[in-house]
């Protein structure tokens, strides 16, 4: 079993923004610019794998080397 957690946008603006959250305007951007995943759309509503999010933190830690 997936033990993946799904995250709302408000999550989404703390993991990028830590102390000083994203605004979900400059996220969506970002999306539109390929800098952050895409969501999910369950029942309507837009959510974010924690999975892939950490997948992508990963990423951009080891590109810095």
Known sequence: MDD??????????????GNKPL??????RQIADGKHP??????GLSRWSLNELRVELQRRKDART
Request: with cysteine; charged share 25%; aromatic share 12%.
């Open 23 to 28: 605004n979900p305007a400059t996220l969506y």
């Open 4 to 17: 993946d957690q799904l995250l709302t946008i408000k999550d989404v603006c703390r993991f990028w923004g």
């Open 38 to 43: 895409k969501p999910i759309k369950v029942g």
